[in-house]
């Protein structure tokens, strides 16, 4: 599904992740959990394909097809979804009129026909439920005045929306009280499957408890210097990061 | 939400300025230049009563002793006054009396321009025209006014300047300069000497227009100004909605449109005036377009009188436009819509005055400049009270959107209170369309353009919202069009 082979970026002309090899199988999922600074958001953008994230060596395939040589919005067609560490706001624009948009532009990426408003109405309605998303919030302009749960929850609720085949959630927990933590994460896992994949990046193993990662990674210094099973995870949670800080 | 969508399919399905062609018709036109016998021709071409003339005379000797202003943050090339045509009108080979008689090239553009000029075809819902009564302005005249029959019969008068100033004119006389007046400035006094055609309305007392009343104005001659003149009455509690739209060939030449727009409410009477201005805006090196120096003013002259301004300007070279209210009656109310948007190196300097000189007066400004390109877009208001305007209120929004960074967008606001009782705000901001938010878009698959379309979209959402439903669609596509590849 998703395979990294020996990345490296650089941003603003500073060396990121030198050298990161990592592969998610379909059906997977994968966490990716790190000291501060490691590079994890840069991973992230640099396969999302944010301008600035300069790719300067290394591959990056999702079922086959070479994203780097991609435009982000050609990346989002392909099905590859982030869920931002800090979602943006959209002032004047409603929630429902930003999906739908959306979800046409990757339908017609596709070469997919538009999907009809009564469809688009009921599948949103269907989702919402689910993920405790009130009619309120997807009227309202999208995470204008949202608290920072709720637009984690609007990030989540896009995703389930959008359905795509890879998600990369960045930091999905932070923000988030325990209470709406069992929720989005329920949600989350209702979107696993056997073609798709996921790459959950944390800090904490609290997020882990709730999404069960088939395995973890831990990036340092720009590379993974360890993977495991959920025990590792156990393990940083109780020692702590210190004992990679020398192969950073 | 159809409108987004629509706006997406604008953009990709369109390229430039739409309105650009020439209509290849015999015209009929005065000598270039300007002097008194050009007044005396535009007056005897129109058939006008002595007072019209000897009060465009007045205007032309008193304009001969102006200057031209120069304190708006605008840059154009002196003009030549003495190299355009101000009149020039389709040759009639016949007296019009139906559309039948017009030329069909002047109806075969305004097909194409999508405005519905025969009534039967608006009636019949063709491709679902809106019910507008319109008046067409074709370059120094009107062409066709539609629905006049149907307005009469509740009383509404609406047709051309030209025929108000010879059918009823005892209205034109006791109304026409006395919100603008003939000396007020340069261009206003040019146009009152010149003014060729444009629309004339009256509501009589106690009557909603039981339509929407439009005016479409179109620059075809080369070399060519246009001066129209417009005037709007709503007697006492009399209401009107009245749409005015703007398009013009693509040429290498500036041409100037100088036009006055006046509006009187008397006692309990609202206007809500709208207007989509897209003149031919110049090439992307910025050469040609429209020079849009327009003067718009209402007179809130009654108690309890309304006057609301919507405008989306998305076109002309330069732009020089305050849509101002005078809000004199007691308890009157002015309001103030307006989205400018530039781009390539287009340049405006727009806004609006609002004077309160009655009691409690209420006045509300809402102002989205976009920026883009090479363009230059100024805010200039100016909020005053007067010192009998007790109880005063203003509300100012400036919000300006910058999208690169070789364009400028200025907020210039004057305020002057001569009352310790009047209560003004203002609120302004100035973002850049930022890169976050268009990753954020372009991630959720929406491509460059649709994204700016529709953050830009969002961020002028509040004024569209002021629009007729017709226009905002059509309005909410030229935002689209006009901002196309202002990124990447």
């Known amino acids: 599904m998703l395979n990294i082979n020996n990345l490296h970026v650089e941003v603003g002309g500073t060396s990121i992740i030198k050298g990161l090899t990592l592969c998610v199988p379909a059906g997977e999922v994968h966490a990716i959990m790190g000291p501060n600074g490691a590079g994890k958001s840069t991973l992230s953008y640099a396969l999302t394909g944010r301008e600035g994230y300069e790719v300067v060596g290394g591959t990056a395939t999702l079922n086959g097809d070479d994203l780097l040589e991609l435009a982000p919005e050609e990346r989002a067609a392909k099905g590859l979804f982030l869920s931002f560490q800090y979602p943006l706001e959209i002032p004047g624009v409603p929630t429902l009129t930003f999906l739908r948009t959306a979800l046409n532009a990757q339908r017609k990426a596709r070469g997919e026909g538009e999907i009809s408003v009564p469809d688009f109405m009921k599948l949103s309605r269907d989702v919402a439920k689910k993920l405790g998303v009130t009619p309120d919030m997807m009227k309202r302009p999208l995470n204008v005045g949202f608290s920072g749960g709720e637009k984690k929850r609007m990030e989540i609720y896009q995703m389930a929306l959008l359905d795509p085949r890879f998600m990369i959630l960045d930091e999905t927990d932070s923000g988030l009280d325990i209470d709406a933590l069992k929720v989005v994460s329920e949600g989350v896992n209702a979107l696993r499957g056997p073609d798709k994949g996921m790459l959950v990046i944390t800090h904490y193993q609290r997020l882990l408890d709730h999404i069960k990662p088939d395995r973890v990674h831990v990036l340092a210094g720009g590379r993974i210097v360890d993977s495991g099973g959920p025990e590792l995870a156990l393990a940083l949670e109780a020692d702590g990061y210190d004992r990679y800080k020398e192969a950073a | ?488």
Not at chain 2, 143 to 162: D, H, N, P, Q, W
Not at chain 2, 198 to 222: D, H, K, Q
Not at chain 2, 383 to 402: E, P
Not at chain 2, 440 to 454: F, H, I, M, W
Request: proline share 4%.
């Open chain 2, 1 to 488: 939400m159809p409108a987004v969508k629509e706006t997406i399919e604008t953009v990709e399905s369109l390229a430039e300025y739409e309105h650009g062609f020439i209509t290849d018709i015999e015209m009929e036109m005065a000598p270039k230049g300007l002097n008194t016998d050009i007044v005396r021709y535009i007056s005897a071409k129109k058939g006008e009563p002595d007072w019209m003339l000897e009060w465009r005379l007045a205007a032309y000797q008193r304009w001969l002793t102006m200057q031209e202003p120069s304190w708006a943050m605008v840059n154009y090339p002196t003009i030549d006054f003495q190299d355009s045509y101000y009149y020039a009108a389709p040759k009639a080979k016949v007296e019009l009396n139906s559309l039948d008689d017009l030329d069909p090239e002047i109806l075969e553009t305004y097909k194409k321009l999508g405005i519905p000029l025969r009534e039967q075809e608006v009636l019949a819902g063709v491709k679902g025209a809106p019910r507008i009564a319109v008046d067409a302005v074709f370059d120094s005249v009107s062409v066709a006014t539609t629905f006049r029959e149907e307005l009469a019969k509740s009383g509404v008068i609406f047709c051309s300047m030209s025929e108000s100033i010879k059918e009823y004119p005892d209205l034109v006389r006791q109304y026409l300069g006395t919100v603008v007046p003939v000396s007020d400035n340069f261009y206003a006094t040019l146009n009152s000497a010149v003014f060729s055609d444009g629309t004339f309305v009256y509501i009589p007392p106690g009557v909603r227009c039981p339509m929407e009343l439009s005016t479409y104005f179109r620059i075809n001659a080369a070399d060519t100004g246009q001066f129209e003149r417009t005037l709007i009455i709503a007697d006492k509690g009399a209401y009107v909605s009245y749409l005015e739209g703007c398009t013009a060939p693509m040429r290498d030449e500036n041409q100037l449109h100088a036009a006055v727009v006046e509006l009187v409410a008397l006692d309990d009477a609202e206007i809500k005036y709208s207007t989509v201005q897209n003149w031919y805006p110049g090439d992307k090196n910025g050469v040609g377009g429209i020079y849009n120096f327009v003067t718009k003013r209402a007179d809130c002259r009654g108690v309890r009188s309304k006057v609301s301004w919507t405008q989306v300007e998305t076109g002309s070279a330069v732009t020089w436009k305050y849509p101002s209210c005078i809000l004199r009656g007691d308890e009157s109310q002015g309001a103030f819509y307006s989205i400018a948007i530039t781009n390539g190196h287009q340049q405006a300097d727009t806004g609006t005055k609002m004077i309160h000189l009655g009691k409690n007066t209420r006045s509300r400004i809402v102002s989205k400049g976009i920026s883009a390109g090479k363009s230059n877009n100024t805010y200039r208001g100016l909020v005053s009270a007067h010192a009998k305007a007790k109880g005063a209120r203003n509300f100012t929004q400036c919000d300006s959107l910058l999208i690169g960074d070789q364009c400028g967008a200025h907020t210039v606001p004057y305020v002057e209170a001569k009352t310790p009782y009047a209560t003004f705000e203002h609120e302004a901001t100035t973002t850049r369309l930022s890169e976050d938010q268009l990753f954020y878009c372009r991630q959720r698959g929406l491509p460059t353009e649709d994204a700016v379309a529709l953050l830009v979209n969002g961020f002028v959402r509040e004024v569209l919202q002021e629009l007729p439903m017709e226009f905002a669609v059509e309005a909410q596509k030229l935002v689209a069009i006009s901002l196309e590849g202002s990124v990447g």
